[in-house]
C-alpha cells in the first residue's frame, strides 16, 4: 500500500508556477506571431518583453527552445546593460531548469536574479524570484532557506495588498508545513487561500487548493475525505493544466488503493503516467511509477522492482530526495516480499541516512519561529495601525470637548476615565489569567519530564554504561531489547510532550464537524490488530454502522485509538477489548465506551489519572507506560465541548466513557 506521504510530492511538483499549461498545437499560432515580431523588433529593451514571451509559451511543451531563446534575450540584456533584462532572463533559465530537474543550476541563475531584482528594487521580479528560488530550495531539502525566501514574498504581497500573489504565498507555505509534517498549520493556510480565492475571477488555483485540502487528509488518513477533494478538483480543472490534471489522478488513484480498489486505482495511475511522460515530467513520473509498484508488490514483485528502478534513476537525476525516500521504501517491501532480508535491511539503511541527512526536529522549529516572526510583525504594524486611529479619535474628542459646556466636559472625562480603568482592569486581568495558565503548564512540563521523561532516559544511559564495559558479544546482544524498549518508550513521550506543547503554546486549531466515527473507530482496530492477536486478544466492535458526532475528527481519531491502545495494553493474554456507542445517551449526546477485562484501575488511582504526573503501569507483557496519553485524550475530549470519565475495579476491567455532541 503506498504511504500517505506519496500525495504531497506532486504538490510541491506544481505549486508556485505562474506557467499555464496547454497543448503545443494551441501555441503555435502565437509562437508564430512572436517568432514574427521578434524578427522585425529592434535590437533594444523593448525586444526583451518578447524574448521573454517566446521563452513561457516554448517552456513546457519544447524546453529546449524555450532555453534557447532565454540565452538569446540574456546575451542582449548583457550587450545592452540592462539589469530589468538580466534579471528577467536569469529568472526564466532557472524556471527552466527546474522544470528539466538541474536544481543546482537553477540555485544559481535564480540566486542572480534575486540580487539584480534588489539591486533595482523591482518588487514583481522579488516576488517571483524568491517563490522560484523558495520553490528550487524546499526541493533541495532546505526546508528554513525555503521559508524565508516564501516569507519575503508574502510580505511583500502583504504591503501591495496583491491577493492573487497572497494566495500563491499562501500555497507555498501551507506546501512546506506539509513537508515537516505540521498538517494543521497547513490547512490553516490553505483555507486562508480558498477564501481569498474566492475574490478572483475563476481559474486552476482552485483545483489545486482543493487537491492540498486532499492531501492534508490523505496524510491523516482519512481517506474518503482525501478522494472527494481529489475527484472535485477534477471535475473544475481547466483542460489545459495536463501536469495539473496528472497530479490529482495520481492522488486520486493513491486514494482509490488505499480505500482497496485496486482496478481504480490503476486506471488513475495509468492516466496520471501517461500525462508525466507526455509532457515530460520527471518528478510526476517518478511518482507514479512508485503509486505503480506499490500496486504490484504483492502479486507481481519482479515488476514491481522493475518500477521502482526507473523511479529511483529519475530521481538521482534531478536531486528529488523526497520522491527517492518513497523508492526506497517501496524497495524494502519489495525485498521483504521477496524474502530478500539482508537487501531488505541495506535498503533501510540508506533510506534512513537520507532521511536523517533531510529532515530534523531542528529545522521544523526553525521554520516555524520564521512563521512566528512574520505573523508577529504584521500584528505590530496592526497595532500600530490601531494606534493611529487611537490617536486621531482622542484629538477629535479633545475638540468636541473644548467647545462643550463645563458640566459636560467634567461628565466626560469622568466617563472616559472610568471606562479607561475599567479596559486597564480587563487587560490586568487577562494577563493574570494568561500568567497562571503559563505557570501551570510550566509546572506540567516540568512534572512530565521528571516523571514520563527522565527514568527510560537514565535507564538507557545506565545500560549504554554497561555496554561500555560489557566484553562478552551474547552479553552485549541480551541489553539491545531493553535498550529498543526504553528508546521507543521515550519516543512516545516525546511525541505527546510535542503535541501537547503545541496545543498550549502555539495555540491547535479545532475543525469541528459532524461526521461518521464508525470510520475512525474500524481504523483503530485494524491498526491495534496485529498487537492484539500478539496476545491473544479479542477486539470486538459493537457499534452501530452510523455513529455521527460533532467534533474535531482528527482529535477524536487521537482519543480513540489512545484509549483502545491502552486496552490492549492492560488486558491479560486472551481478554477481549469491546468498544460500544450509546447513541442519545444523555439527551443530544453520543457516548463511546471503550470496555476491557483487564488488570482494572485502583479507586485511590482513577482520581487523577488524566493529570500530568499520574502513576503508570506496566502492561500485562510489561509494555512502558506513561502519563502523557490520557492527559492529552482529556483536553482533546474538553476542547471539542464533551466529557471523559472512567469506571473501573481491581481485576475486573475498566470501562472508558467519552460522551459528545451529535
Known amino acids: ?87 528577467i532572463m536569469r529568472g526564466q533559465i532557472g524556471a527552466i531548469d527546474i522544470s528539466l530537474g538541474k536544481i543546482d543550476a537553477a540555485k544559481s541563475n535564480l540566486t542572480a536574479s534575486l540580487s539584480i531584482f534588489e539591486q533595482i528594487k523591482y518588487r514583481p521580479g522579488l516576488v517571483a524570484a524568491n517563490n522560484s528560488l523558495g520553490i528550487c530550495l524546499a526541493k533541495m531539502g532546505a526546508y528554513k532557506e525555503a521559508a524565508q525566501h516564501f516569507i519575503a514574498s508574502l510580505q511583500i504581497n502583504q504591503a501591495n495588498n496583491d491577493k492573487h500573489g497572497l494566495v500563491q504565498s499562501y500555497l507555498k507555505l501551507g506546501v512546506l508545513n506539509e513537508q515537516i509534517n505540521n498538517l494543521d498549520k497547513a490547512l490553516e493556510y490553505y483555507k486562508k487561500a480558498l477564501k481569498l480565492n474566492e475574490q478572483l475571477p475563476p481559474s486552476n488555483t482552485e483545483s489545486t487548493i482543493l487537491n492540498n485540502v486532499g492531501i492534508i487528509y490523505g496524510k491523516k488518513n482519512q481517506m474518503q475525505p482525501a478522494l472527494n477533494y481529489f475527484l472535485d478538483a477534477l471535475k473544475k480543472v481547466n483542460n489545459n493544466e495536463p501536469e495539473l490534471t496528472a497530479m490529482l489522478l495520481g492522488n486520486a488513484g493513491n486514494a482509490y488503493q488505499q480505500l482497496g480498489n485496486t482496478q481504480k486505482a490503476f ?22 511509477l512508485v503509486n505503480l509498484a506499490s500496486l504490484k508488490t504483492r502479486t507481481k514483485p519482479d515488476s514491481s522492482l522493475i518500477l521502482l528502478k526507473q523511479a529511483l534513476a529519475i530521481t538521482q537525476a534531478i536531486h528529488q530526495h523526497h520522491v527517492r525516500l ?18 531488505a535491511e541495506y535498503t533501510l539503511e540508506v533510506s534512513n541516512s537520507l532521511k536523517d541527512s533531510l529532515f530534523t526536529l531542528k529545522t521544523a522549529n526553525d ?8 505573523e508577529l510583525a504584521n500584528s505590530k504594524i496592526k497595532v500600530q495601525q490601531l494606534n493611529l486611529i487611537n490617536q486621531k479619535n482622542k484629538y477629535q474628542t479633545l475638540i468636541v470637548l473644548a467647545v462643550a459646556i463645563s458640566a459636560i466636559i467634567v461628565l466626560l472625562i469622568v466617563m472616559l476615565f472610568y471606562n479607561k480603568t475599567k479596559n486597564l482592569n480587563k487587560q490586568l486581568l487577562l494577563q493574570q489569567k494568561e500568567l497562571t495558565t503559563l505557570n501551570n503548564f510550566k509546572d506540567k512540563l516540568f512534572s512530565i519530564i521528571s516523571h514520563d521523561l527522565r527514568s527510560p532516559v537514565a535507564t538507557i544511559v545506565n545500560l549504554l554504561e554497561v555496554l561500555e564495559y560489557e566484553g562478552d558479544i551474547s552479553e552485549v546482544r541480551s541489553y539491545i531489547p531493553r535498550l529498543k524498549e526504553h528508546s521507543i518508550s521515550t519516543l512516545d513521550v516525546m511525541d505527546k510532550l510535542l503535541i501537547w506543547g503545541q496545543s ?11 461526521f461518521n466515527t464508525k470510520y475512525i473507530i474500524t481504523q483503530t482496530l485494524h491498526l491495534l490488530k496485529e498487537t492484539a492477536e500478539n496476545k491473544n486478544i479479542q477486539l470486538s466492535d459493537k457499534t452501530p454502522g452510523e455513529i455521527f458526532i460533532f467534533a474535531d475528527p482528527s482529535h477524536i ?3 480513540v485509538r489512545n484509549l483502545v491502545a491502552n486496552a490492549v495494553k492492560y488486558t491479560h493474554t486472551g481478554g477481549v477489548v469491546e468498544i460500544e456507542a450509546d ?20 479507586k485511590s488511582l482513577q482520581d487523577k489519572i488524566f493529570e500530568p504526573g499520574n502513576e503508570s503501569m506496566q502492561g500485562t507483557d510489561s509494555e512502558k507506560g506513561n502519563s502523557i496519553g490520557l492527559m492529552l485524550c482529556k483536553e482533546f475530549v474538553e476542547r471539542n465541548e464533551g466529557k471523559i470519565w472512567v469506571e473501573s475495579e481491581l481485576g475486573k476491567g475498566t470501562n472508558f466513557f467519552v460522551s459528545f455532541k451529535q
Open 1 to 87: 500500500m503506498p504511504t500517505k506521504n506519496n500525495f504531497i510530492k506532486y504538490a510541491l511538483c506544481i505549486i508556485g508556477l505562474t506557467i499555464t499549461f496547454s497543448p503545443l498545437y494551441a501555441q503555435l499560432p502565437l509562437i508564430a506571431s512572436l517568432l514574427a515580431r521578434l524578427k522585425h523588433s529592434p535590437a533594444d529593451t523593448s525586444r526583451i518583453s518578447i524574448y521573454k514571451a517566446i521563452v513561457t509559451s516554448y517552456r513546457n511543451e519544447n524546453p529546449d527552445s524555450a532555453m534557447y531563446y532565454a540565452q538569446q534575450g540574456f546575451a542582449l540584456s548583457n550587450q545592452l546593460k540592462y539589469p530589468l533584462g538580466i534579471g
Open 367 to 374: 521554520i516555524a519561529g520564521l512563521l512566528a516572526n512574520n
Open 326 to 343: 518513497d523508492v526506497y521504501q517501496g524497495m524494502v517491501d519489495v525485498y521483504k516480499q521477496q524474502g530478500d532480508f539482508k537487501r
Open 557 to 559: 481519531e487521537f482519543v
Open 504 to 514: 498550549q503554546l502555539k495555540g491547535m486549531t479545532y475543525n469541528k464537524t459532524q
Open 583 to 602: 447513541i442519545g445517551h444523555p439527551d443530544g449526546f453520543t457516548t463511546l465506551v471503550i470496555k476491557d477485562n483487564g488488570v482494572g484501575i485502583a
Open 267 to 288: 486506471d488513475y495511475q495509468y492516466q496520471s503516467l501517461t500525462i508525466a511522460r507526455k509532457l515530460n515530467l520527471p518528478e510526476a513520473e517518478a511518482t507514479t
